[in-house]
Every structure is written in structure tokens, then in C-alpha cells.
């Protein structure tokens, strides 16, 4: 299996490109982001619970996370790969993640990190905020309050996939285009090695 993860700050691009990438590669798109606004738009007891959490710019229990994640592994049994969007955000999610894939016999392939200046974030979800009807997008304080949690509680995801060498930085700055296309490259580096 080829598993990546697209990581990288709120705004920093991972909807826009993993919704290219799992196209051109035929991976499985896991995005913990819209599983969650699935199950808020349905009312479910776990979107309710996630709704107060996210609409405050904080994360969701690693436990809820996790579950949900397990069960998109149950319902796509015949993947040739996943596409990790948002997950994971915190060690404990990312120590889960190792275990679930191990039970699995495979792994991540590689964590491709985008880099975005926090100024052009504040921009782009903003921007989004004004047509996409997302309340965590419409208020700046929430939108900075999703930046210190990334800093204080997703950037020692980093680390974690940095001790194991498999960890790429690739400028999330310029075109959609520009970025796929470093993004593409990198991919196909690691899959010659995989494949
Ligand atoms: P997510 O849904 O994961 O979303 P995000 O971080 O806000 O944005 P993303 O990086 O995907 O940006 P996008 O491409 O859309 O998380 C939302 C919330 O869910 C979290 O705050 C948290 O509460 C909860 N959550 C999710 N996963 C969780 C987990 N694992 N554990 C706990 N809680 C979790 O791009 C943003 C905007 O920029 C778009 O408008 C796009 O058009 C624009 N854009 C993209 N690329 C651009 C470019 N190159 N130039 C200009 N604009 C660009």
C-alpha cells in the first residue's frame, strides 16, 4: 500500500490538493475535517459533540478521531492506499494511526508538509469564510485560535514523522497548480522506491 499524509497548517491547501491527488494516484481520501462536517450535517450525537469543539477553533477528542478513522479503514478493506488530510493532528492520533496500519502490514509512505505564511492563511480562510457557510472560517480570533493549536498540539506531529525520515517540507505558496505539481513530484519520487 501507498499511504501519504498531506500535512500542514489550517488554510494551507491539504482539501484543495488531496481532492487532486487521490485522482491521480487512486488512493482513498480520508479527510477527518469532512467526515466531521458529515456527521454535524446529519445531527449525529458525534457531530453535535464535534460541532461545539470546532466551531470554538479547537480539536476534537483524539478518541472520537480515532474511531472514525478505524471505520473508514473497515469500509475501504481493498484500497491500494490512503490519503491522511488533517489526520493526524496530535501524537496521540499519530501513535493510533502507527498501530492501526501495523495491524494492517503497512505504513506511511511519506508526510509531505505544506508551508504557508501565517498572513496568507488568515487570507484564505477568510476568503472561504465568506462563501462556504463555515463558522470556523467567519471569525478571525477562532482562526487564530486554530493557529496556536496547530503550533502548541499538531506541529509535534512533525517531529514524530521526522524521527522516522519520512517527513518532506513543499512551498504551499503560489498557484494550486505549482504546488500539485511539487507535490506530484515528490509522490512519484517515493513511489518508484514503494512500488
Ligand atoms: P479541516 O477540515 O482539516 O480543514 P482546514 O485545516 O481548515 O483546511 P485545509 O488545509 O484543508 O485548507 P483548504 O485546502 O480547504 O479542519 C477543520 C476543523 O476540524 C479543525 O479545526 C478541527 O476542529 C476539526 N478536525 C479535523 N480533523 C481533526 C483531527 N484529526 N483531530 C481533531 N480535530 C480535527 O484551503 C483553505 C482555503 O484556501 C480554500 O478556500 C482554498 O480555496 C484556498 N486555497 C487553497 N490553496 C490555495 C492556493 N495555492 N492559493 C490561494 N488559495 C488557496
Known sequence: MFNLILFGP???GKGTQS???VEKYGLVHLSTGNLLREE???KTPLGLEAKSFMDKGQLVPDEVVIGMVDSQFEKHKEAR???FDGFPRTVAQAIALDKLLELKKTEITSVLALDVSE??????LLNRGKTSGRSDDSDEAVIRKRFSVYSNETSPVAEHYKKARKFYNIKGEGSVDDIFDSLSDSI???MKKVL
Open 10 to 12: 489550517p488554510g494551507s
Open 19 to 21: 481532492e487532486r491527488l
Open 188 to 190: 512519484e519520487k517515493r
Open 40 to 42: 454535524i450535517s446529519q
Open 119 to 124: 498572513e496568507e492563511l488568515v487570507k484564505r
Open 81 to 83: 492506499g490512503f490519503l
